[in-house]
C-alpha cells in the first residue's frame, strides 16, 4: 500500500453505466482487497459521445455513483491545468492520510469525437461548434504562463517545436525495423525451469493432517466440527484414506513447505460452500479466529484465505492482477457455485484466455468451479464446461475434471511449478467430497504422480473388451456404482482428467491396449450441446490412430444446462447410466 498507488482512468460513460465501477467501489475497505486508497481519474470528456449525458444517466454528475461509498469526489475544470494538479496533490494526501479512495471527475471535451476519426458534429452540431472555436488546455495555460511573465510567447512556441520534434523522433524510431526488433528483444519473456518439489512422505502427511486440526490452548472448536474432524483423523488413522478436502489442505501445506505463497478467495471460501474446507475456524465463545494452515511449522512462505464479497466480476479480476503480480505463487478463485463464474464471463474472455496471445502476459491463477448433476436444478449443476474448452488454443489454459482427491492434489502441486505458468480451470466436485470412492490413498499422495487418464482398474481380460466408455468427472462413480456395472463383461471406463490440453499420447495409448475393440462411447450427464463431448469428438478424431467412431451417451440437445425437479434429473440420470452400460 505504501510502495504503489493504483490509478485507475475511467471514461464518464462507463463510470457510470458499468457495474464493474461499482464493484471494484466495493472492494477498497475489504479484508484481502485493500489497496491503500485508489486514485479514480474521470476523463470526463463525453466518450460516449453519439449519446448525449441525459440519454446515459440518471443523475447530474457522471461522478454521483462513488456518493454511495464514502469518497471524497474533487470537479475539476480540465481547462485549469494548476486546478488539476491541485485536485491530484489534495486527493493523494487524501489516500496518505485515511487510505481510502477518491474521486477526480475532470470535466473537459473530446475534440475530435470518440475515436479521433469520427464525427462528432453528425450528433452534437451546437457543442462542436463550440469546441472548434475554444483554445486548447496547451494553449490557455500557454497564454497564463505568458500574462504571468513566467515565460515569453516565443519560449512557449520553443517547447512545443521542440515537443513535436520528440514525438516525431519516437515515432520513426518505433517504425524502423532495427529499433522494433531491438524493442521486442528487451520485451520478450524468458521462460524459467521451475524445481521441481519434493514429494512430501507419508510420516510428513499423516503429521500436517493432524497439524491442520490443532487448535492453541483456550480456543474452543464448534462441537459439530470437531465430530468432523475426529472422524476425518480416524479414516486417516484406520484406512490410510484422505477426502477431498483434506486432499487440497495437503497439498497447500507441501507447496508453503516448499515455500510457494498461496491465496484462495471467493464465496463462502474460509468454510467451503460444501462446508468441505473449515480453514478457518470461529471460537463460538470468543468470536476470534484461528488459521491453522498460517501456523504449520515447516511453512516457508504466507498464506492467505478471504471471504470475498458476492462478485466474480470484480473479484476474478482482482484475482488476474494478483496473480500476473506474483507468478510465483498460488492464486486461487472459488466460486460458490460453478454456474456462477459466468458472472466475470468478460475476465474469462479478454484476460484469462486471451491474455497470453495478446500480450504476452502469463498467469498462474487457478479457477475452481462445483460441477456436477445431482439433481439441483439449472443454476446450480453446471460449470459451463464447454466455454472453457472453446476458449482453449495455443496453450492458454487448462482444463481438468479430476475424479480422485489424489488427483486433484497433484494437479495442484503441479499447477504451482508448471515452468510455463497458464491458467488452471478445475471442475471441482460436490457429492464427491464425501464419498469414499473418491478419497485418496495416503499412498497416492506421497508417492503417486496426476494422471491425465486413468484406465480402467478393474479389467482381468483386455481381449474381451469390445465396448470402452470414456468419461469424465463425476459420471465415473455414477457408472461404477450402479448394479449393471458388476455384469459387465465386454465394457471398460476409462476416466480423462486432464481435457485441455487433451491428452492424446496417453488415451491413444490405452485405447491400443484392448486389441478387440468394436466401440468407443463418450459418456457424459451435462446436455448434448454442453458439457465436453463435442471438444473431445472433435480433437479426438483429429489425433485418433484408429478408425473407430465415437458415440455419444448422455442427454439430448437442451437450452436449459439441467432439468428444474430432482425426480426429473433422478429419472433421466438412470437412463443415461443404463443406456451406458447395456452391452
Known sequence: ??????????????????????????????PGYETGGTLHIIANNQVGFTTDPRDSRSTRYASDLAKGFDVPIIHVNADDIDACIWAVHLAMEFRKQFGRDTVLDVIGYRRFGHNEQDEPAYTQPAMYELIKAHPTARELFANKLVAQGVISKEQAEEMVTDATARLQ?????????????????????????????????????????????RVPDGFTVNKKLQSQFDRRKAIVAEKGLVDWGMSEALAFASLLSEGTPIRITGQDTERGTFSHRHAVLHDPKTGSDYIPMQHLREAKASFEIHNSPLSEYSCLGFEYGYSTSVPKALVLWEAQFGDFVNGAQIILDQ???????????????????????????????????????????????????????????????????????????VMTPKSLLRQEAASAQLDDLASGKFHPVIDDPGVQDRSKIERLILCTGKVYYDLTQHELHANLKKTAIVRVELLAPLPYTEINEIIATYPNLKKLIWVQEEPKNMGARAYMRRRLIERKRDKLEIDYVGRPYRASPSEGYPGAHAVEQERIIKEALTE
Open 351 to 425: 484476460f484469462l484466455a486471451a491474455g497470453q496471445a495478446k500480450w504476452g502476459q502469463t498467469a498462474r491463477l487457478t479457477l475452481l468451479l462445483p460441477h456436477g448433476y445431482e439433481g439441483m436444478g439449472p443454476e446450480h449443476s453446471s460449470a459451463r464446461l464447454e466455454r472453457f474448452l472453446q476458449l482453449t488454443a495455443e496453450g492458454n489454459l487448462r482444463v481438468a475434471y479430476p475424479s480422485t482427491a489424489a488427483s486433484y492434489y497433484h494437479l495442484l502441486r503441479q499447477q504451482a511449478t508448471m515452468p510455463q505458468p497458464a491458467p488452471l480451470v
Open 169 to 213: 523522433e519516437a515515432h520513426r524510431a518505433v517504425k524502423g525495423k532495427h529499433d522494433l526488433a531491438g524493442m521486442l528483444a528487451k520485451l520478450e519473456l524468458k521462460p524459467v525451469e521451475a524445481a521441481p518439489l519434493a514429494k512430501a512422505g507419508k510420516e510428513q502427511l499423516l503429521a500436517w493432517s493432524e497439524a491442520l486440526a
Open 1 to 30: 500500500m505504501k510502495k504503489a498507488a493504483p490509478i485507475l482512468i475511467h471514461g464518464d460513460a462507463a463510470f457510470i453505466g458499468q457495474g464493474i465501477v461499482s464493484e471494484v467501489f466495493n472492494l477498497q475497505s475489504l
